[in-house]
């Protein structure tokens, strides 16, 4: 057959595209920027119905993957759930093409939050068509490359596991390999048309379940639950609404708050279940994944910590003329000694914020020569802080060990 799929570069379609061409399919893949010979321009924000109808000529079947958690600009669910596809499938009609896979999302058909409620409205209009169509309605789609598992690995591998009241929320989830199977099944056209599927692997699971499976799966013990209360959820899920990339906003959050467990018998019935998500051989790698996603954040903080209190520490804190006498000792005296601790903790301050704004490989090596430098002249001229019961002086072989640390993981120059 020959397939064309809208939304051929994200998460599931992009893994739709390879399973049909394994299975021996003609792949279209509709992106908005195509750079490949395989490749048509479907840009659902710009709907160009005449193109779309000229792409989809001589097509057997075609597929809308399109879908956003989060809507930015002119990418709105208003635009990419209804509007765009509306469009789309009526090129569909025009185009001769009789098999439609619309991929819409649990709940869409009871749903109020918009982005619930724009994939709806799609579903509503394609049924209307004179289309063999079928509709699948997957649940949390996981996957090696989606971003809903590689936030799951992530919390999975903290040593605590902050959840939103306590993570008793139901979820339901299916394998992206499962879902692709099924839409390639759906393609036949033995398959009877007309249906509209709820896709899910197995019973649904808490939130805690859930994490708890991952983190079982990735080798790490278990860990206690910090429930996070509503009201701190809330916080976030407003900052989240103004950070790129994230998955948590007041919308996510709405629908997490109202999820409910569906009923009835699980489809695909053979697909996978939460526990077999990470296989043994796939388990060490993303393992490593997992805590490299915060490792490198939280290190930073620390370290940015360390040098600004240093420098609070060095101008308010610790008397004045104390620091001056030690300078004395390292042959400092008078305005020199001043200028030179002043300077001092400007430079560690300036180091703190650059730490947290403009990380990278020359500003770990410049860390680590000064700190070298520090804790050279201090062992030379000031040797009683060598045997301090405290360990002044000792404790910058561990900032040392964070900053190599940071160099050989950092990409930036």
Known sequence: MRILIAGASGFIGSALGRTLSAAGHQVLRGVRRPQAADEVAIDFSRPDPAAWQQALRGCDAAINAVGILRERGEQTFSALHTRGPQAFFSACVAAGVRRIVQVSAQGADRGTAP????????????????????????????????????AFRLLASLPLTPLPLGGH???????????????????????????????????????????AT?????????????????????????????????????????????????????????????AQFITPSEAPCLRQQALAAWRAPLLRVA??????????????????????????????????ALVALIGAALLDAAFGLATLLAPGRRLWLAQMALIVGYSAVIAVCLPEFLIHPYGPLSKNLTILAVLILLYAEEERP
């Not at 079928?134 to 996981?142: T, Y």
């Not at 249906?195 to 805690?208: I, K, M, N, V």
């Not at 407003?238 to 699980?266: F, K, N, Y």
């Not at 040098?307 to 030690?326: G, K, R």
Request: aromatic letters at 6%; proline letters at 9%.
């Open 115 to 150: 982005f619930l409620a724009s994939k709806r409205a799609a579903d509503d209009f394609l049924r209307g068509l004179p289309l063999d169509w079928q509709i699948v309605r997957p649940a949390l789609v996981h996957g090696e490359a989606g971003a809903s598992a590689r």
């Open 169 to 211: 929320q139901k979820v339901h989830c299916i394998h992206i390999d499962d879902q692709c199977g099924e839409i390639r099944r759906l393609l036949d056209p033995a398959t009877p048309a007309g249906q509209c599927l709820e896709l899910r692997g197995g019973e649904a699971l808490t939130l805690r379940e859930l994490i």
């Open 214 to 274: 991952y983190r079982h799966s990735l080798g790490f013990a278990p860990a206690p639950v910090l429930p996070l209360p509503g009201w701190l959820m809330a916080i976030a899920a407003r900052v989240g609404e103004h950070l790129p990339g994230g998955l948590l906003d007041t919308q996510t959050w709405r629908m997490l708050q109202s999820a409910d467990a569906c009923v009835g018998t699980p489809h695909p019935p053979e697909a996978r279940r939460p």
């Open 303 to 336: 370290l940015a910590a360390v040098w600004l209190i240093t420098a609070w520490v060095s101008l308010f804190a610790y008397p004045i003329p104390d620091s001056l006498a030690l300078l004395a000792r390292t042959g400092l005296n008078g305005t020199p």
